[in-house]
């Protein structure tokens, strides 16, 4: 073999191990690619398919089932009542997004008169409530609440320092006119660094053997860092009973607070 053959040889190994190489570098990360959140495999750091490690979805047997304490109907005017359920995530950094649920109201004879579906944010850690305004039962009296929710919960995992940075308190609380017109006042306060918006904010009230005799909600647009907002219950009728104790639930999804 001549010099020159030898030659255009090693031109063309050359030229074929560079085109190779290139090919390599474009196709490999088609045919290997880096584990995800959505690649419906468990890889990387992930304890369950697309779920713990590193991914923002729980494992289902990561967490604990909501449990549903109590569910009342509250009369408000006759032919209206709001529905409550009292609930409670046992789930220290983890939170729910949107979740659907139904309520189910029936008479004495447990004929069901009434229902009502939503959706609800579930915050972490601790007791809240699901509340339905104004549903109308016609000429019946409720005596049955159930609720219930009508799929499987999606867990998110929240770190617990914006947990402890999100200080959202109530206080100056007052109840007036409750033998005529109910009134209830308070302040809520934003103790964080963070905008919070869409805040719900409910109220039970309790008589002295700890009872739920009615409840209500209000809504803020935004609580805004460092700042304090007065809110307001009222109710068209008195009480059944005397109320002893007042508890203010503020609910906000801790995913939309922001910085800025």
């Given at each position: ?7 255009k040889?090693?031109y ?39 779920c ?9 047997f ?33 939170v ?111 008589d ?34 005397k ?18």
């Open positions: 073999m001549t010099w020159e053959s030898r030659r040889i090693l063309s190994s050359i030229v074929l191990t560079i085109c190779a190489f290139l090919i390599f570098l474009f196709v490999y990360p088609y045919l290997v690619k880096a584990p995800t959140c959505t690649d419906n495999k468990q890889n990387g750091t992930e304890t369950g398919i697309d713990g490690g590193s991914c923002l979805k729980m494992c289902t990561q967490v604990d089932e909501i449990s549903v304490l109590w569910s009342k109907s509250f009369k408000v005017v006759d032919g209206r009542y709001n529905a409550v359920a009292y609930l409670e995530n046992h789930n220290k950094n983890a729910v997004n949107k979740l659907h649920y139904r309520f189910r109201i029936a008479d004495k004879d447990n004929i069901y008169i009434a229902s009502r579906e939503g959706y609800t944010y579930v915050p972490p850690s601790g007791k809240f409530a699901v509340f339905e305004p104004a549903i109308g039962v016609g000429n019946s009296v409720p005596v049955y609440t159930t609720f219930e929710f009508l799929e499987m919960p999606v867990w998110l995992a929240v770190s617990q320092d914006k947990i402890e940075q999100l200080k959202v308190n109530v206080d100056q609380i007052f109840l007036e006119n409750e033998n005529s017109f109910p009134k209830l006042k308070a302040v809520i306060e934003n103790d964080s660094l963070f905008k919070i918006p869409d805040v719900n904010i409910i109220v039970i009230l309790y002295a053997s700890g009872e739920a005799i009615s409840a209500s909600k209000t809504y803020l647009n935004f609580l805004y860092k460092k700042t304090s907002q007065d809110i307001v219950f009222t109710w068209p009728e008195p009480f059944s009973s109320i002893v104790n007042k508890e203010i639930i503020p609910i906000y999804n801790i995913f939309y607070a922001s910085l800025n």
